[in-house]
C-alpha cells in the first residue's frame, strides 16, 4: 500500500486487508511523506503483520513508489491496495489457491466500481477471460489495480519490475509483460471496490496515459511476443480514440469534427460522434471513455 496525504480513505483500505479470511499476510505501508495524518492513522492499528516505511525522498512517480516498497515485501505473492480502494473479505481465500498451477503469473479478479458522488456502485464485468490471455488484454485491459496478485519470483526477474517512468500506466505495462509469457487467473466473484471520486489519478491525467501509451506502443515493438499479437497493431488506434475523445471535452466542435469523420466506423465512433453535439458539462460527468 503507497500512500501519500490519504487520510481521507485509508482507515477503510487498512480495515479491509484485517478483515480478510486469508490471514498469512503481511501490509507494507509504504508512506511516501505524507504530510497529513496518514501516517499517525496506520500506526493507531495494532497488528505485527502493519509494517510502516516512510521515504527518505517523496517519489513523483507512483510507479517509482511502489518499486521500493516491493523490496520491503517478504511473501511469496505480492497483492496491491491504494488507499482510496478496499478489498472484500475472501479476496486472498479465493485468489491464492489459483497459484497451485504452477504455470499462472498473475491472478486478478472482478471488482465493483462505486460512484462516490451517487454513492452506488457497479460490477465491472459479467464475465472475465482467464489462461493466456495477451491477445485479450491488448484488445481490452480488464485487470482491476487492486484486484491482481502475482507470483513474487517473476517480479525477481531481469527486467520485470514496474517501469519508474510511467504514472499512469505502470501496471498495463507490467501485466502485459508478464502476460507475454505466464498464465493469467481469475476469480469471477467481485474481490475488491475501486472508487470514483473525480480526483483519480487515471482521471485528472489523460494527458499523460495517452503521452506513455505512446511511448509504450513504440518501445513494446521491440518485444517479439507482444508485437506479434493479432491485436498489438490496434493500439494505436485505441490511442487515437483516447485522443480525440480528450480533445473534445476541451475544444471547439470545429477543431475535432474532422477528426472525428475520419475515424474508422466502428462503436468508438458513434460514441464520438454523440459526444461532438453534447454540452461540455455533460461530458465530463459520463467521462465518454
Known amino acids: 500500500m503507497n500512500c501519500f496525504n490519504g487520510e481521507k480513505y485509508l482507515r477503510e483500505a487498512i480495515k479491509s486487508v484485517l478483515n480478510?479470511?486469508?490471514?498469512?499476510?503481511?501490509?507494507?505501508?509504504?508512506?511516501?511523506?505524507?504530510?497529513d495524518k496518514s501516517g499517525e492513522i496506520f500506526k493507531s492499528f495494532n497488528d505485527v503483520r502493519l509494517k510502516y516505511y516512510r521515504a527518505s525522498t517523496h517519489a513523483n512517480i507512483l510507479y517509482t513508489a511502489k518499486n521500493f516498497?516491493?523490496?520491503?515485501?517478504?511473501?511469496?505473492?505480492?497483492?496491491?491496495?491504494?488507499?482510496d480502494d478496499w478489498w472484500l473479505p475472501k479476496k486472498l481465500e479465493t485468489q491464492i489457491p489459483l497459484f497451485k498451477d504452477n504455470e499462472v503469473g498473475?491472478?486478478?479478479?472482478?471488482?465493483?466500481?462505486?460512484?462516490?458522488?451517487?454513492?452506488?456502485?457497479?460490477?465491472?464485468?459479467?464475465?472475465?477471460?482467464?489462461?493466456?490471455?495477451l491477445d485479450y488484454l491488448l484488445n481490452d485491459y480488464v485487470i482491476g489495480s487492486p484486484t491482481y496478485v502475482i507470483r513474487k519470483k517473476i517480479l525477481?526477474?531481469?527486467?520485470c519490475t514496474f517501469d519508474n517512468r510511467y504514472h499512469i500506466i505502470g501496471d498495463f505495462d507490467l501485466n502485459i509483460r508478464i502476460a507475454s509469457k505466464w498464465k493469467i487467473g481469475c476469480v469471477q466473484n467481485p474481490t475488491a471496490f475501486a472508487r470514483i471520486h473525480g480526483k483519480n489519478e487515471s482521471l485528472l491525467?489523460?494527458?499523460?496515459e495517452i503521452e506513455e501509451l505512446k511511448n509504450w506502443h513504440y518501445e513494446a515493438k521491440s518485444n517479439h511476443i507482444i508485437s506479434k499479437s493479432k491485436e498489438f497493431n490496434k493500439i494505436p488506434l485505441k490511442i487515437s480514440y483516447?485522443?480525440?475523445?480528450?480533445?473534445?471535452?476541451?475544444?471547439?466542435?470545429?477543431?475535432?469534427?474532422?477528426?472525428?469523420?475520419?475515424?474508422?466506423?466502428?462503436?468508438?465512433?458513434?460514441?464520438?460522434?454523440?459526444?461532438?453535439?453534447?454540452?461540455?458539462?455533460?461530458?465530463?460527468?459520463?467521462r465518454i471513455h
Open 69 to 83: 516498497a516491493l523490496k520491503k515485501a517478504n511473501g511469496d505473492f505480492i497483492a496491491f491496495l491504494d488507499v
Open 20 to 35: 480478510q479470511s486469508y490471514t498469512n499476510w503481511e501490509l507494507i505501508f509504504w508512506d511516501n511523506l505524507s504530510t
Open 205 to 208: 491525467n489523460k494527458e499523460k
Open 242 to 286: 483516447l485522443e480525440i475523445s480528450n480533445n473534445v471535452l476541451k475544444d471547439k466542435f470545429s477543431k475535432n469534427f474532422l477528426k472525428v469523420l475520419k475515424y474508422p466506423l466502428s462503436l468508438n465512433k458513434i460514441k464520438l460522434i454523440i459526444a461532438l453535439f453534447l454540452p461540455k458539462f455533460i461530458l465530463r460527468k459520463i
Open 106 to 133: 498473475i491472478v486478478y479478479g472482478n471488482f465493483y466500481r462505486f460512484f462516490e458522488k451517487k454513492n452506488k456502485k457497479k460490477i465491472f464485468r459479467k464475465k472475465l477471460p482467464s489462461g493466456n490471455i
Open 156 to 159: 525477481e526477474e531481469k527486467n
